[in-house]
């Protein structure tokens, strides 16, 4: 089994990463729940991956009730919050009990927030069964829903108290889900990791395939520089986690105008946005013209979207722009902007003006 550890003082958790896990998961939990019942919250489209971890509670005397939520992005709303802390209270959660996530990002961000507010706060543990769960949004506490005006614009910083990774449930993800959960993969090498750019375009083939050691390469390499990331910077204070932003301010205006829908995924919408900032680097004179195409070569070959025509949305430039005034990272009315000087030299640009990004888009629509 690899450990990746997260190193945030008294909210330090471990992530376990093991093929067969799930299998495990009861022995995992035992010594964190002791003698109480868990709640496991999982989606629609996990089914046999629930009936393996509730065999693996009961086999470890940890009893559980379950809640089984709708997939898709549109459970990351108000409704379906209201709904999930009804039936937790139901099951009499207490403070110090574990609500356990079975889920791809939807799922965690969801019950992340959940166990965030429930009685002011309660435990909850990550079991993520999509590649973009697995390789992100399982580790680092950033929980939350959708609002009407945006992307994650309600949440809270909440971290699990261990994450459990099964690559073996990979195995029943759809392709498109595979590739989605790939970008924010290549992302990390985008960021700060040229060498691990260049591993994806070499193994990228292999894991979008299933290949079970590129797979654990991939995952590990990822938890370890997410983990890096977030112990430096746990509350995007710093503008170290910004980082891990990369290609999502027009990513999210992307999928607010797809309606948060499967029109366009999360994944997808980050490999255009990724497109969008090396072409906007270059545009820019950061970058060289022939790292951005690079990029946008290796998103093409692994079935991605490379920026905004292949999004497919066609929304005017200015609402995207409008899109983006929501973002979290907006300061005193300007937008810091993740920009490339090349691949693996992300970095926080404070100097954008909306209305020159703006220009930029509507030059890409031509
Ligand atoms: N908190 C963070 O740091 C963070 C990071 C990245 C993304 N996110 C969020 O994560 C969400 C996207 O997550 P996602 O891509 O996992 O989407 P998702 O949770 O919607 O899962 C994708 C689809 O795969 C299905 N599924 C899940 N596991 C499966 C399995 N093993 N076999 C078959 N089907 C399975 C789901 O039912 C769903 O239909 C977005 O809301 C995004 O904003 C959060
Ligand atoms: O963990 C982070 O920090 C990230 O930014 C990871 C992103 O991949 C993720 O999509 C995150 O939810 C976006 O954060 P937001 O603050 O822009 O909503
Ligand atoms: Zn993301």
Same mark, same amino acid.
């Given at each position: ?132 769960? %697995? ?41 498109? %889900? ?189």
């Amino acid at each position: 089994m690899k450990v990746v550890p997260v190193s945030l003082g008294e909210r330090s958790y471990e992530v376990r990463i093991a093929g067969g896990l799930l299998a495990r998961a009861g022995d995992e939990l035992a010594p964190l729940v002791g003698t109480r019942p868990v709640v496991i919250v999982a989606d629609e489209h996990v089914a046999p991956h629930l009936d393996t971890l509730r065999h693996s509670l009961a086999q470890a005397g940890i009893a559980s009730h379950e809640v089984v939520l709708p997939s898709g992005e549109g459970t990351k709303s108000w409704a379906v919050l209201e709904r999930l802390c009804d039936a937790l209270l139901g099951f009499g959660v207490e403070r110090q009990d574990h609500v356990v996530a079975l889920g791809g990002g939807v799922i965690g961000d969801l019950v992340g927030f959940a166990t965030a507010i429930l009685k002011r706060g309660c435990r909850f543990v990550q079991i993520p069964t999509t590649l973009l769960a %697995q390789v992100d949004s399982s580790v680092g506490g950033k929980t939350g829903i959708n609002a009407r005006a945006g992307k994650n614009l309600i949440g809270a910083f909440h971290q699990p108290r261990v994450v459990l990774i099964d690559p073996d449930v990979l195995d029943t993800l759809p392709a498109r %889900q595979v590739r989605a959960g790939y970008a924010e993969v290549v992302k990390y090498g985008l960021i700060d990791d040229a060498n691990f750019f260049a591993w994806c375009e070499a193994n990228g083939a292999a894991l979008l395939a299933g290949n079970p050691e590129a797979r654990v390469y991939a995952i590990t390499h990822a938890v370890a520089a997410k983990a890096r990331i977030v112990g430096e910077d746990e509350f995007e204070t710093t503008g170290q986690r910004a980082l891990l932003n990369l290609g999502h301010t027009f990513g999210h205006a992307l999928e607010a105008e797809a309606g948060f829908s499967d029109r366009l995924l999360h994944g997808e919408a980050v490999a255009a946005g990724c497109g969008l900032a090396f072409d906007y680097s270059a545009a820019l004179g950061l970058c060289t013209r022939a790292d951005a195409d690079r990029v946008a070569a290796h998103w093409r070959e692994s079935g991605l979207p490379d920026g905004l025509a292949a999004s497919r949305v066609t929304a005017p430039a200015a609402r995207l722009v409008e899109h983006m005034r929501h973002d979290k990272k907006m300061t005193a009315g300007t937008l810091p902007f993740l920009l490339a000087r090349g691949i693996g030299q992300t970095y926080l640009d404070k100097t954008v003006s909306l209305d020159r990004v703006e220009r930029f888009l509507a030059d890409e629509a031509r």
